[in-house]
């Protein structure tokens, strides 16, 4: 049995038509001898029916907020039609096909309601269906908990569900189809020649995703690298290749001479720059003041610590959590608003002297002023204020030419 994994988004289920679409890409995997399993999205966007969204609106229209665990119960249900309708799609098309929530596909959580973890996946239900020729439609975005409440896995959470049953099923591959040819370079809407990569590695996409390209979940990423599962982005509105996710694959494997340095340009907006002088420099002091952000439950990043001066920053929604944490502590401080993280990516930059001083001469070109910079192996982050985005990711996309 050679099992694939077909996930669709909401916009791929939103309408009769789109499902259709949906359909021929899983007879498609049929005709290539393959087992399909689909996974599923609530259909649509916010203003939908049937959306997340407009799901988690109409309870608040109650004035009264849910508690968690009934959130989830609630936000199960678009899944739950979609998957039904899905199915029953499938059957005026001439095949078999069975319905199956989080719960009844075998994923077990842990009590996080609205964010939880995955304990283990039992997929027995799912591969006796596809012994007797059904073919699994699975609601993405939950599972259930060993006590049997229903939970969900956090926003994006269709494509974690695609990488975990994948991986539970020892999967040939994984298909996310979405309303996009595949991972591109770095966002159309600020790019025009932006394009579609047609091979990535596996930490390249974890880190676009971390770094602010909406791309995959980077959970779902993480489990397809360790279990080796490819992972394809493909439009369910045509036929293109889309972009392979992978560390190696025989059809399209990497050539190192046609690879560039850097993969692509991300960017994360609305964020905060703070700057704190300490009272007095030494550890201990240092410890209190992050040991009560994070108590405070602050996300700190871009942490850059100095004998007279300590820098990071944070999202702005939290600015006022931490302002005080620091006026408790007496710390002086100040706040840079509206700002902008934006980051390069790529494998290869991997002990390669100058990447960093060819990413800041892409910005000066453009007078544009880097308030700070972070770095890892395979990233390298400089923050700006918010109103150079554009022309920053630009900048970055041209100078290391990866609309080519």
Known sequence: MKIIIQKFGGTSVMNDERRNLAIDKIEAAIDKNLDPVVVVSAIGRMGDPYATDTLISLIKSTGIEPNPRELDILMSCGEIISATVMANTLKARGHKAAVFTGGQAGIITDDNFLDAKILKVSPENILKSLEEGVIPVITGFQGMTENGDITTLGRGGSDVTASIIGEALNAELVEIYTDVDGVMTADPKIVPDARVMDT??????????????KVLHPRAVEIAMRSNIPIVIRNTNSDYNGTLITNYHRTRSYIEEDMKLITSVAHINNRTQVKITPSKSNFESNELLFDNIAKAG??????????????????????????????????EYSLIHD?????????????????MAKAVSALSKENIEILQTSDSHTTISCLIESQYTNKAVNALHNYFELGK
């Not at 996409?205 to 770094?211: H, K």
């Not at 942490?303 to 408790?328: S, T, W």
């Not at 700002?339 to 990447?355: F, L, Q």
Request: glycine content about 6%.
């Open 298 to 331: 602050v996300s700190i990043d871009m942490i850059n610590i100095y004998p007279e001066q300590i820098f990071f920053i944070i999202d702005e929604k939290q600015d006022i959590l931490l302002e005080k944490v620091l006026k408790k502590l007496n710390y």
């Open 339 to 355: 700002c902008t993280k934006v980051t390069i990516i790529g494998n290869r930059m991997r002990g390669i002297p100058g990447v």
């Open 200 to 213: 990535i590695f596996y930490n390249e996409v974890f880190q676009m995703a971390e770094y602010g390209a």
